[in-house]
């Protein structure tokens, strides 16, 4: 079993650049794919980035591409997710999500293990 705990949420200016990390335990790190979701107020939850274990890059929405760059640090089981740029309708909770099945996919089906996620708020 795995469990992640995302940190880094807050409160930023429209134009401004937050850092999201999400750190898992419970099992080997470089075992699986880490996803990265968001879920805006009164819509579906949505994919945002995802990176296979060995930090090959699987791939982002098209909506952040450009802007957010996803990375991971086994030695520290962390992922992180770098957001620039951050625009008003970017706001939503941010979710860390890990692919125990090597699906390798953005789609919410292909993660088994969620954190609680954390709040992201970009102020026009």
């Known amino acids: 079993q795995v469990q992640l705990a995302e940190s880094g949420g807050g409160l930023v200016q429209a134009g401004g650049s937050l850092t999201l990390s999400c750190v898992a335990s419970g099992r080997t790190f470089n075992a699986y794919n880490m996803g990265w979701f968001r879920q805006a107020p009164g819509k579906a939850r949505e994919f945002v980035a995802a990176i296979s274990w060995t930090g090959i890059i699987i791939n982002y929405a098209d909506s952040v591409k450009g802007r957010f760059t996803v990375s991971s640090d086994n030695a520290k089981n962390t992922v992180h997710l770098q957001m620039n740029d951050l625009k008003p309708e970017d706001t939503a909770v941010y979710y860390c999500?890990?692919?125990?099945?090597?699906?390798?996919?953005?789609?919410?089906?292909?993660?088994?293990?969620w954190g609680q996620g954390t709040q992201v708020t970009v102020s026009s």
């Open positions: 999500a890990a692919d125990l099945r090597g699906w390798g996919s953005d789609r919410i089906s292909a993660y088994d293990a």
